[in-house]
């Protein structure tokens, strides 16, 4: 009852937002639209737009990895597999002033750290999706690579007009093989002799950054463990 309640309030709310944006007169436009009792939709929505706004960055990872886990992935490469997962989250989306004006909301400093969670949010999903195992560093260096190449994309987006957004997927393809040309040179330096050893003192402090406790919840990400 209470999800579904949820939902309608934000299909309603995303009639509004390409007009209103996602503000309080949205908010309360939604509410009226489904005909609810605005102290149960305050209980759902404590922030109001703030959170239908989250809602709907979250519904569209969701609709992300249920588009992946119904393809057929296991020919594509790791490339191919990132590619995928990142346009199957932006043609997640069915109108691009929704997320024009998520993204003028997330802007504003006081709601910059939410926007930058729904990002890393998105990030890790899709890291998740590929099956990353990585408890360490990497687990922090990857979603935040992945976290830049996602968000550049969504902004070339939001300003592209090419027929059916070609030019946004060489945009993307273009910001992959930069990632993929900084995991080359991170293999170089651990196969060479020299820059290994020259990379040793960093890389044993690195060892001990931990990932996030799968099973107990922190405050703050990650972890930190005092070298011996």
């Given at each position: 009852?209470t999800?579904?309640?949820?939902?309608?309030?934000?299909?309603?709310?995303?009639?509004?937002?390409?007009?209103?944006?996602?503000?309080?007169?949205?908010?309360?436009?939604?509410?009226?639209?489904v005909?609810?009792?605005?102290?149960?939709?305050?209980?759902?929505?404590p922030?109001?737009?703030?959170?239908?706004?989250?809602?709907?960055?979250?519904r569209?990872?969701?609709?992300?990895?249920?588009?992946?886990?119904?393809?057929?992935?296991?020919?594509?490469?790791?490339?191919?597999?990132?590619?995928?997962?990142?346009?199957?989250?932006?043609?997640?989306?069915?109108?691009?002033?929704?997320?024009?004006?998520?993204?003028?909301?997330?802007?504003?400093?006081q709601?910059?750290?939410?926007?930058?969670?729904?990002?890393?949010?998105?990030?890790?999903?899709?890291?998740?999706?590929?099956g990353?195992?990585?408890?360490?560093?990497?687990?922090?260096?990857?979603?935040?690579?992945?976290?830049?190449?996602?968000?550049?994309?969504?902004?070339?987006w939001?300003?592209?007009d090419?027929?059916?957004?070609?030019?946004?997927?060489?945009?993307?393809?273009?910001?992959?093989?930069?990632?993929?040309?900084?995991?080359?040179?991170?293999?170089?330096?651990?196969?060479?002799p020299?820059?290994?050893?020259?990379?040793?003192?960093?890389a044993?402090?690195?060892?001990?950054?931990?990932?996030?406790?799968?099973?107990?919840?922190?405050?703050?990400?990650?972890?930190?463990?005092?070298?011996?």
């Open positions: 009852m999800e579904s309640l949820s939902n309608q309030l934000l299909d309603a709310a995303v009639l509004h937002v390409p007009f209103d944006g996602w503000t309080d007169p949205t908010f309360k436009a939604a509410v009226a639209d005909g609810v009792d605005m102290v149960l939709a305050r209980g759902l929505f922030r109001g737009a703030l959170d239908l706004a989250i809602a709907y960055h979250k569209g990872d969701t609709e992300m990895v249920q588009r992946f886990e119904n393809t057929d992935t296991s020919a594509m490469k790791i490339r191919e597999k990132v590619t995928f997962a990142v346009r199957a989250r932006i043609e997640a989306v069915d109108d691009r002033e929704v997320v024009r004006r998520g993204t003028v909301l997330f802007a504003l400093p709601n910059a750290p939410e926007g930058a969670k729904l990002i890393w949010s998105t990030a890790d999903a899709i890291w998740g999706l590929l990353d195992t990585s408890r360490d560093i990497n687990w922090y260096s990857k979603r935040a690579t992945l976290s830049a190449v996602y968000s550049s994309t969504v902004l070339f939001l300003g592209d090419s027929a059916g957004y070609e030019s946004t997927w060489a945009f993307l393809d273009r910001r992959i093989e930069d990632v993929m040309r900084i995991e080359k040179a991170k293999a170089q330096v651990k196969n060479s020299f820059l290994s050893k020259l990379m040793a003192g960093p044993k402090l690195f060892e001990t950054v931990k990932a996030p406790d799968p099973v107990e919840p922190r405050d703050l990400p990650g972890g930190w463990t005092a070298p011996r």
